[in-house]
């Protein structure tokens, strides 16, 4: 696979302007997602969930066949039900990298449709996750679609600190996938600072917009909270599956109806655990 696989599936011409732009203008466009829109298929072209990537290393054929679900690309280019502005219902925003479109998984089983279906049923869920998408992803998304959509709920899970976004031909998503780890970017305060501008972002059109704000930074649920934890595969055998998505869900509301129990197991995970070891909690 090409070394620019992120940044050479890109179908979305406003990725391919000449600058300068300024592409952070508030509440300017919806039209930010990289995938080909109104459009449905099998695997993905952009992300790890290939057809190529499934014949050469097949998955256990009792979790996943090539039928088991279709990718299907929202006419803004994201996968997502539409984002119909005339809709009533109160609106969940999601933001974040694969981790959040789901590849590799079914639509309704990624953590966004999780968290909506099973805790906020009234609402819709609106998924702007972006494969390959950064904390400057986010952000830039964040400040187009937040004036525009005016959500009740912003659910953002942080995508890995070591990455980041270039301009120079429009939105370039960056990571360890093009660039040698000694670049500047990958040097650690620099990431750390990075994420750290971008989560002040959001947090400036919270209070602007006066959205409920919930955040999970992937690291910690890797390197911190589910440490001894092995998850299932999605169907491309590198992200997570089904039962990841669905712990992640659970998270997300914990952190909205129990905020203490939630900065309690995302910052002393151990005392955590021993609080309800005997409970039947996640």
Not at 129 to 155: C, E, F, H, Q, Y
Not at 170 to 189: C, I, K, R, T
Request: aromatic fraction near 16%; include cysteine.
């Amino acid at each position: 696979m090409s070394r620019n696989w992120v940044n050479k599936w890109i179908f979305n011409s406003e990725y391919n302007k000449t600058g300068p732009i300024n592409f952070w203008e508030p509440g300017k466009t919806l039209n930010l997602g990289t995938y080909m829109p109104n459009t449905e298929m099998q695997f993905s072209l952009s992300d790890l969930d290939t057809e190529e990537r499934f014949n050469n290393n097949p998955p256990d054929p009792s979790m996943w066949t090539k039928d088991s679900f279709n990718y299907k690309y929202n006419s803004y280019g994201f996968r997502s039900q539409e984002f119909d502005l005339a809709e009533s219902k109160s609106k969940i925003l999601t933001l974040g990298c694969s981790h959040t479109v789901g590849v590799g998984v079914p639509q309704y089983d990624n953590w966004p449709e999780r968290f909506g279906q099973q805790y906020f049923p009234n609402h819709v869920v609106w998924n702007a996750g972006l494969g390959g998408g950064s904390a400057d992803t986010v952000a830039r998304l964040a400040v187009n679609m937040i004036p525009i959509i005016k959500p009740d709920i912003v659910a953002i899970l942080w995508p890995s600190l070591f990455r980041f976004e270039t301009y120079e031909k429009g939105p370039q998503f960056n990571g360890p996938w093009l660039h040698e780890v000694s670049n500047l970017q990958f040097e650690d305060n620099t990431a750390y600072n990075n994420q750290t501008k971008n989560k002040t972002v959001i947090d400036l059109l919270q209070k602007i917009y006066d959205f409920k704000l919930l955040s999970i930074d992937w690291e910690d649920t890797v390197e911190k909270v589910y440490t001894n934890i092995k998850w299932t595969t999605a169907r491309d055998g590198v992200h997570f599956g089904i039962d990841w998505h669905q712990q992640i869900a659970y998270d997300f509301n914990l952190q909205y109806s129990n905020p203490e129990d939630f900065m309690l197991k995302y910052t002393e995970p151990d005392e955590y655990w021993k609080k309800y070891k005997d409970k039947e909690i996640k």
